[in-house]
């Protein structure tokens, strides 16, 4: 075969790919996929936040919740693209206690703006200078991801 005949064969392997993928999600067949995004997303946001609480010295015991949450949806998420029983089971158990650990985090974000001198009447300084106020909104999604996952339907 001469490498033109690989070339169009390799795209057109792709195409059918791409039209798969296309097909699986537009009838909600996205379960393994999400379940792999949503371990990933959880990898790079629980090493995201064990950074910037390390910065902040973990000076709230609470601090340590999304450090601990972390591996448990990460595992489950890879279980998830490999077994139908973990993505029905252990991913939505494991992501609902991420995302609500994230909710909480919203709460005590805004807590330490509150908390700054000025408080919310300085919002201009404390929101930059304070604890990132959206940042516990994106553990809040990752858990998202994984409910998500764990309603949807397996890929053909």
Do not use: C, Q
Not at 49 to 61: D, M
Request: aromatic letters at 8%; charged letters at 15%.
């Amino acid at each position: 075969m001469s490498g033109a005949g690989k070339v169009h064969d390799a795209v057109t392997g792709g195409e059918h790919l791409l039209d798969r993928m296309v097909s699986n999600i537009s009838h909600g067949r996205f379960e393994r996929s999400l379940s792999g995004l949503t371990a990933l997303s959880a990898l790079v946001t629980g090493a995201e936040v064990y950074l910037e609480h390390y910065k902040a010295s973990f000076g709230n015991k609470w601090m340590w919740s999304p450090v601990v949450l972390t591996p448990p949806l990460v595992v489950a998420g890879i279980g998830g693209v490999f077994s139908k029983r973990w993505a029905k089971t252990m991913l939505p158990i494991t992501a609902a206690a991420y995302a609500a650990n994230g909710l909480l985090g919203e709460y005590f974000h805004a807590r330490g703006v509150a908390r700054k001198p000025g408080g919310w009447r300085l919002y201009s300084y404390n929101l930059p200078m304070g604890p990132p106020i959206s940042a516990p909104g994106l553990m809040a999604m990752v858990g998202g991801m994984g409910l998500l996952a764990a309603i949807l339907r397996r890929e053909k």
